[in-house]
């Protein structure tokens, strides 16, 4: 079965560094795009960055840009998220998300806080 488990999160200050990682399996991983998505406190889970399969094509958010960076190792099946320059306002529960076939898989969720 697919399982996605991340890790990495933590308390960091306003402008430090995170990064955060996750481990696939049960599916093909190189075939697949992935995701990071993000749910802040109170609001509704949003979309950060995706990865193309080969990890030749990366997009993010407009909030985002220039400070995290999303890369995948297709042989060790693991996908990151580095987050630098990190704002009170990126604190929320961060997740690793695949969509095989139209349907959705989820990691557990990692926290990130950041202290202003």
């Known amino acids: 079965q697919v399982q996605l488990v991340e890790s990495g999160g933590g308390l960091v200050q306003a402008g430090g560094s995170l990064r955060l990682s996750c481990a696939a399996s049960g599916f093909t991983f190189s075939d697949w795009p992935m995701n990071w998505y993000r749910q802040p406190p109170g609001k509704e889970r949003e979309l950060v960055a995706i990865?193309?399969?080969?990890?030749?094509?990366?997009a993010y958010i407009d909030s985002v840009k220039g400070r995290f960076v999303i890369s995948r190792d297709n042989a060790e099946n693991t996908v990151a998220l580095q987050m630098n320059s990190l704002k009170p306002e990126d604190t929320a529960v961060y997740y690793c998300?695949?969509?095989?076939?139209?349907?959705?898989?989820w990691g557990q969720g990692t926290q990130v806080t950041v202290s202003s």
């Open positions: 990865i193309r399969s080969a990890g030749t094509f990366t």
């Open positions: 998300n695949v969509r095989i076939n139209g349907r959705d898989y």
